[in-house]
């Protein structure tokens, strides 16, 4: 490959980049893309100014970027191609009026897991107001089922790091393989207060018809002690949805994202 071949693939790949600086923060000004990005301000600038071209940012009175219109659109079509927006949002709301606290269904990204769907519980704190929400692997209990299941996921996050999120994450890669093992032995896993204070999630496995692999996690997030008081049953309750979707996945019915391996 010649380096003029490679150059429009550096600008789609700095393009990308600049989309992806938006996951921390809402709002970025030139300098701090480029200065996330690793580009010249000169390049970013350039950058910026093709995808509000093209409707991908928009640019704020006070000379800012966000993301815009056009990746909400993009966005909902992904959903609905997916198959997500119907059975499975039907479902997260038979768990959620079930349980009484939010649900939420994750799939691996990286060395995270992105909620795909969430039904937010009308009692419980509210954890994000979007439905697509990245969070470290090893202090959620959707990312834990999902990292129990897959080695490769569990050694990419410990390699990445294991930011503590509250004085109860996990930060030590022995003690997050032993967590693990915790969670394969009983079958799901539990997070208390170990993404925030106040706050504990469950989860379990999907997989892909009864005896396949696990390819998503479906859990629910509340205060800890409505979480805790009720372990057992909320499990059971996530135990049979995740069958039924599990069902829905082998037979085409419905169809998640899939990221590449960490």
């Known amino acids: 490959?010649?380096?003029?071949?490679?150059?429009?693939?550096?600008?789609?790949?700095?393009?990308?980049?600049?989309?992806?600086?938006?996951?921390?923060?809402?709002?970025?000004?030139?300098?701090?893309?480029?200065?996330?990005?690793?580009?010249?301000?000169?390049?970013?600038?350039?950058?910026?100014?093709?995808?509000?071209?093209?409707?991908?940012?928009e640019r704020t009175v006070g000379g800012r970027y966000r993301l815009g219109p056009k990746l909400m659109e993009y966005g909902h079509l992904a959903k609905l191609r997916h198959g997500l927006?119907?059975?499975?949002?039907?479902?997260?709301?038979?768990?959620?009026?079930?349980?009484?606290?939010?649900?939420?269904?994750?799939?691996?990204?990286?060395?995270?897991?992105?909620?795909?769907e969430r039904v937010e519980a009308v009692r419980s704190l509210r954890h994000s107001s979007e439905s697509y929400?990245?969070?470290?692997?090893?202090?959620?209990?959707?990312?834990?089922?999902?990292?129990?299941?897959?080695?490769?996921?569990?050694?990419?996050?410990?390699?990445?790091?294991?930011?503590?999120?509250?004085?109860?994450?996990?930060?030590?890669?022995?003690?997050?393989?032993?967590?693990?093992?915790r969670v394969r032995n009983r079958g799901y896993a539990r997070s208390v207060e170990e993404s925030e204070l106040g706050g504990a999630s469950l989860a379990v496995p999907i997989h892909r018809g009864a005896d396949g692999p696990v390819v998503a996690s479906l859990g629910i997030a509340g205060p800890?002690?409505?979480?805790?008081?009720?372990?057992?049953?909320?499990?059971?309750?996530l135990q049979i949805a995740a069958n039924q979707l599990g069902k829905a996945i082998e037979t085409g019915e419905v169809t998640l994202p899939v990221w590449p391996g960490p």
């Open 1 to 57: 490959m010649t380096a003029n071949s490679r150059e429009p693939l550096r600008s789609v790949s700095i393009a990308l980049d600049l989309l992806e600086a938006f996951r921390g923060d809402s709002e970025l000004t030139v300098t701090q893309l480029a200065e996330r990005v690793g580009v010249a301000k000169s390049t970013a600038s350039r950058t910026c100014a093709l995808l509000h071209d093209r409707g991908m940012l």
């Open 85 to 116: 927006s119907t059975k499975v949002r039907i479902l997260l709301t038979e768990v959620r009026d079930a349980v009484g606290e939010t649900v939420q269904l994750g799939v691996a990204a990286g060395v995270d897991v992105l909620y795909v």
């Open 133 to 181: 929400r990245y969070t470290a692997v090893h202090r959620s209990s959707n990312g834990k089922v999902l990292a129990a299941w897959n080695p490769d996921l569990a050694a990419a996050r410990i390699r990445a790091g294991l930011p503590a999120s509250t004085g109860y994450t996990i930060v030590t890669p022995a003690l997050f393989l032993e967590e693990l093992e």
């Open 224 to 237: 800890t002690r409505r979480i805790t008081n009720s372990e057992a049953r909320h499990v059971q309750i």
